[in-house]
C-alpha cells in the first residue's frame, strides 16, 4: 500500500516505522524539519517538509495515489482538515485522523471522519488495568467502545459449562484449549488452562470481573 502519514511527533514516526516495517510505501509529511528525528535511523521510506494543509505539499507527497492517510499531527484542526481534504477532494480510499485533545472529539463524528483518541484510549486502558487486572485487552475496536479480552479460566470455572459463568453483557470469541481455538457451543465444559476471548463494553468487562470475584457466581 502507499500510505501518507501526516505529522511526525512520536506517534506520527511510530506509525510510519511499522507501516515501513510491514512493506508500504510510506511517505511523511511535517511542517517541521527537526520533527523528522523522531524516525529511526533505518526508516527508508520518503520524507517531505511543508505545511501539511498546503495542497503543492500533499501533491509533492503523492496524496493522488494514496491508499491510506493518517493525519497525527498534534493540531485537531490540522487533522480535520487534512482528513477532510483528502477523502472529500482527493478520494483517499481510507482515511484515519488521531484526536490531540478531547474536547474536539464530537467534531470527528460531525465531520464523519475515522478517529482515535490516544488520551482517552490510554486511559480506558489504564482504569481498566487498575480494576481489572486479570483480564487483558488484546484488541480495541472504534474509540475503546468494544474491546477484545482474553482471560485464562480460573480452577473454580473447571469442569462447569461455559453458559453459567460468562454474563450475558459478553460476546464469546473463541476458546483455546491445548493450543488450538474454537468458537465454544454455550454448553463446553470448561477445563484447567483454557483461554477465552470475550468481546465487551466497559460496562461488561465490569460484569466479568465481578463474576471472578464471585459476586455473581451461578
Not at 475515522?114 to 474509540?143: C, D, K, P
Request: a negative charge.
Amino acid at each position: 500500500m502507499k500510505i501518507l502519514v501526516v505529522g511526525s511527533g512520536r506517534m506520527g514516526a511510530e506509525l510510519a516505522y511499522r507501516l515501513y516495517r510491514q512493506g508500504h510505501e510510506v511517505c511523511v509529511v511535517d511542517g517541521f524539519h527537526e520533527s523528522f528525528q523522531y524516525l529511526p535511523a533505518d526508516f527508508q521510506g520518503r520524507v517531505y517538509e511543508g505545511e501539511v494543509i498546503n495542497q503543492e505539499v500533499l501533491h509533492r507527497a503523492g496524496i493522488e495515489h494514496c491508499d491510506a492517510l493518517a493525519a497525527v499531527t498534534n493540531s485537531d484542526a490540522l487533522n480535520l482538515v487534512v482528513a477532510t481534504i483528502a477523502r472529500d477532494h482527493y478520494r483517499v480510499p481510507q482515511v484515519l485522523a488521531r484526536n490531540y485533545d478531547p474536547i474536539f472529539a464530537e467534531l470527528y463524528d460531525t465531520f464523519g471522519i475515522q478517529f482515535i483518541s490516544a488520551t482517552t484510549w490510554g486511559a480506558q486502558r489504564l482504569e481498566e488495568m487498575i480494576y481489572h487486572g486479570e483480564v487483558r485487552s488484546i484488541f480495541s475496536a472504534g474509540n475503546g467502545e468494544v474491546d477484545i479480552y482474553e482471560l485464562k479460566v480460573p480452577e473454580r470455572w473447571c469442569a462447569r459449562p461455559l453458559q453459567e459463568l460468562v454474563p450475558a453483557e459478553l460476546v464469546v470469541a473463541s476458546l483455546t484449549r491445548n493450543g488450538e481455538a474454537m468458537i465454544p457451543a454455550p454448553d463446553t465444559m470448561l477445563e484447567t488452562g483454557d483461554l477465552l476471548h470475550v468481546a465487551a463494553t466497559l460496562s461488561g468487562l465490569e460484569a466479568l470481573s465481578a463474576r471472578l470475584e464471585g459476586k455473581k457466581e451461578a
